[in-house]
């Protein structure tokens, strides 16, 4: 009798596991379905014009609350560094303070997205704790506005094409808990280099006009 319950039980643990595996499965190609055709309507609005800076901030639009919570789109400048195009939130006081933390505390060399913009290459911080935002705190002001933002998952990634980088997109998960992980970051290499191409094309034509 023992014999059949441990029978019954692993056969009936084999089958759980089985349908788990199967879910996840399904879930995942649904999450990649979900991301091509993203792409492909993302790539739509990036070729209806040739105002750049007008498919990128539409852009920015689509990609909250879709793909992320916050999505910010910062563009090279003439002297090396970097301007604000967008930032997006669904609650315009959340965009407020965002602008706010720009103004005050803006990127420093080496640091975020000029680190990104100098180096040409992704910054991903899975997981922001409390600990990692004290670590980057300038002053205890700083940090207050940084907590306000309940960052939790953050992806910046640049703008590059014909090895020049023209800007540099990011990516937060905030209220919604979610955390990216790996297949987010390549999502965003991906979206960003389809916008690098965007940006390149109307840099292209503004310099043949």
């Known amino acids: 009798l023992r014999s059949r319950l441990r029978l019954r039980l692993r056969s009936r643990l084999r089958a759980e596991r089985v349908a788990a595996e199967l879910r996840a499965s399904e879930a995942a190609l649904r999450d990649r379905e979900a991301r091509l055709r993203f792409l492909a309507e993302a790539s739509s609005v990036l070729t209806t014009s040739l105002d750049h800076e007008a498919t990128l901030a539409t852009l920015a639009g689509l990609v909250v609350p879709a793909v992320a919570d916050w ?5 090279a400048d003439d002297q090396g560094g970097l301007t604000r195009l967008t930032v997006v939130h669904a609650n315009p006081a959340k965009v407020a303070l965002a602008e ?3 103004r005050t505390y803006p990127p420093r060399p080496g640091e975020g997205t000029l680190k990104v913009l100098a180096e040409g290459r992704s910054a991903f911080h899975p997981t922001m704790d409390d600990a990692l935002l004290v670590s980057f705190a300038r002053d205890e002001e700083h940090l207050r506005l940084l907590r306000g ?5 953050v992806i910046m990634v ?3 094409m014909r090895g020049r980088v023209l800007g540099v997109l990011t990516l ?3 209220e919604s808990q979610r955390r990216y ?3 987010d ?3 965003a ?6 916008a690098a191409g965007a940006v390149d094309n109307a840099l292209l034509f503004e310099a043949q006009r």
């Open 71 to 75: 999505c910010a789109i910062d563009l």
């Open 100 to 102: 706010l933390l720009h």
């Open 149 to 153: 933002l309940a960052l939790r998952s």
């Open 158 to 160: 640049p703008l590059s």
């Open 172 to 174: 937060v998960m905030a």
């Open 181 to 183: 992980d790996q297949g």
């Open 185 to 187: 970051l390549a999502f």
């Open 189 to 194: 290499e991906d979206l960003a280099q389809r």
